[in-house]
């Protein structure tokens, strides 16, 4: 695939008006990489397209190529709908429990709110997976910060992760356990990346409501590049302290 047809409309039209000013003379890794991430391959694709014996075949034959990747990408994205069964979309808990089941290496979840989520959370238990969960713990409501966290620790064990297992580990928002006030924030992302390759984004909460009979709507995308974006921010939040861990994996 040519890598000019997976960039985003903003860096396409950024390289247009580089080339316009002369920017791009000559298009070099170095000066391509400062409008677009991937300067080498970039550059490579610039140069093999102005060094084309028929420029206007081979600017067709990249605009046919683009036209081929926005047909193949809704075959990539599925809507995920609960609600009354209008045919337009799987069900949530069924996309759920089968990206948790079907899952080989990794599994990250964020959630904002759980109820009874043992059987949900059922196949994430398993020893050959890594499994990370960002989860809103709530208010502290007067508490000391670790004692909150560890009731709510104590809690999902009980109610929510599969009994006599390890529990996976877990992050959380602690500004989450400020209480109500301009200082005050929560968890609030609902999904689900597995295996570093589909991406599940929901307004769905991990609740038996949720999942199975609120009027919820989400997108699956089997995309390892979203993927991986997605497991980039939540890591990058982890390297910036933003949030905290409450459980390491095996606790």
Known sequence: MNPLVTLGASELRALATAAVDGRLDPATPGVVGRFAADGASIAKALGELTA????????????????????????????????????????????????????????????????????????????????????????????????????FLDDFRRRHWPEGKALPEIWYEPLSLVSHGPQRAVAHAKCVVADNRYLFVSSANFTEASQNRNLEAGILVDSPMLAAKMVEFLGGLIRERRVRLAASANH
């Open 52 to 151: 084309s014996a028929s420029p206007v075949a081979a600017a067709l034959t990249l605009l046919a190529e683009a036209a081929e990747r926005r047909a193949a990408v809704e075959n990539l994205v599925e809507l995920v709908l609960t609600g009354p069964n209008t045919g337009t979309g799987r069900d949530t808990g069924i996309v759920v429990r089968q990206l948790f089941r079907e899952a080989r290496k990794s599994v990250w979840v964020c959630g904002y709110n759980l109820y009874n989520a043992r059987d949900l959370f059922a196949d994430l238990a398993r020893p050959e997976l890594t499994v990370r969960m960002l989860l809103d713990i709530g208010e502290a409501k007067g508490q000391p910060d670790n004692e909150a966290v560890q009731d």
